[in-house]
């Protein structure tokens, strides 16, 4: 890279909720890309248990963004996902209101059922994940696009999972060299396009560093340092882990000790 680039993520980030999700893989860019592009409107289409969801939010909490994040999910499970109970919408809903009052709304319903709910040209930051097949990610990304303000940003998620009736790979071949776009190509892959318009001028470096480069050698730079930032945040969840059961071992055999005759 040509400028030094040394995002929050590698800085101050702990993940704040942890759950299992392939998202796992981009946590450390969608912290960074709120902070740099400091979303008033983020919508995330599809939720589920909300790893991708609640790394935004701790984001826009975390760097003091004026910003609210909505997450559009049925919280009933697809087809991808398989059906779920309440468990999952109450453990999301639980953690919005202790965590991240003021910023997190979730709207329980179809995405299409909350298209009305915005205005065109509003939402700075997209990012949808719902039902994978082709005809679903089409119809999510026709649908919602004209929501997304000039110079707005789309995340696509598993847009490298060919599997199964996954379409999200296809749609985004299709639509990506259409438009300012950027691929991770690490865990499922992320999609990243930037509709056109708004003001460049006060770009953060994030974005120059996506679009800005068309270079095969740029590309595989940005792609590195995240796959990097990724395995870092994985290296730093084991260390606590590790940390915390040898505490935990600790307690034990110290209440073990105090239990002991002639114990303290």
Same mark, same amino acid.
């Given at each position: 890279?040509?400028?030094l680039?040394l995002?929050?993520?590698?800085?101050?980030?702990?993940?704040?909720?942890?759950?299992?999700?392939?998202?796992v893989?981009?946590?450390?860019?969608?912290?960074?890309?709120v902070?740099a592009i400091?979303?008033r409107m983020l919508?995330e289409?599809g939720?589920?248990k909300g790893?991708?969801?609640?790394a935004?939010c701790q984001?826009?909490?975390e760097?003091?963004?004026?910003?609210v994040?909505?997450?559009?999910?049925t919280?009933?499970?697809?087809a991808?996902t398989?059906k779920?109970?309440?468990?999952v919408f109450?453990a999301?809903?639980?953690?919005?209101r202790?965590?991240y009052?003021g910023?997190?709304?979730?709207?329980?319903?179809f995405?299409?059922?909350?298209?009305?709910h915005f205005s065109d040209?509003?939402?700075?930051?997209?990012? =949808?994940?719902?039902? &994978?097949?082709?005809? *679903?990610?089409?119809? #999510? +990304?026709?649908? $919602?696009?004209?929501?997304?303000?000039?110079?707005? =940003?789309?995340l696509? &998620?598993?847009?490298? *999972?060919?599997?199964n #009736? +996954?379409?999200? $790979?296809?749609f985004?071949?299709?639509?990506?060299p259409?438009?300012?776009?950027f691929?991770f190509l690490?865990?499922?892959?992320?999609?990243?396009?930037?509709?056109?318009g708004?003001?460049?001028?006060?770009?953060?470096e994030?974005l120059?560093?996506?679009?800005?480069?068309p270079?095969?050698?740029a590309?595989a730079?940005?792609r590195?340092?995240?796959v990097h930032?990724?395995?870092?945040l994985?290296n730093a969840r084991?260390?606590?882990?590790?940390?915390a059961?040898?505490q935990?071992r600790?307690?034990?055999q110290?209440a073990?000790?105090?239990?002991?005759?002639?114990g303290?």
């Amino acid at each position: 890279m040509t400028r030094l680039y040394l995002p929050p993520s590698l800085t101050n980030f702990e993940e704040k909720h942890m759950v299992f999700s392939t998202w796992v893989d981009h946590m450390a860019f969608g912290y960074d890309l709120v902070a740099a592009i400091r979303p008033r409107m983020l919508v995330e289409l599809g939720t589920h248990k909300g790893l991708s969801f609640f790394a935004f939010c701790q984001s826009m909490k975390e760097h003091g963004i004026d910003g609210v994040c909505y997450g559009v999910d049925t919280f009933e499970g697809d087809a991808h996902t398989d059906k779920y109970d309440e468990t999952v919408f109450n453990a999301v809903q639980s953690h919005a209101r202790q965590n991240y009052h003021g910023i997190a709304y979730l709207m329980r319903m179809f995405f299409n059922e909350a298209l009305g709910h915005f205005s065109d040209g509003t939402v700075d930051l997209l990012h =949808i994940d719902g039902l &994978h097949t082709y005809e *679903a990610v089409s119809e #999510d +990304f026709r649908n $919602w696009y004209p929501k997304l303000r000039p110079g707005g =940003i789309v995340l696509f &998620h598993d847009v490298m *999972a060919r599997m199964n #009736d +996954f379409g999200a $790979w296809r749609f985004w071949e299709e639509t990506a060299p259409q438009h300012e776009s950027f691929t991770f190509l690490h865990g499922f892959g992320l999609g990243v396009l930037r509709k056109p318009g708004g003001d460049r001028s006060a770009d953060p470096e994030l974005l120059h560093l996506l679009f800005d480069d068309p270079s095969p050698e740029a590309a595989a730079r940005l792609r590195a340092f995240y796959v990097h930032a990724c395995r870092a945040l994985e290296n730093a969840r084991k260390v606590r882990r590790l940390e915390a059961q040898a505490q935990a071992r600790a307690a034990a055999q110290a209440a073990n000790a105090a239990k002991a005759p002639g114990g303290a």
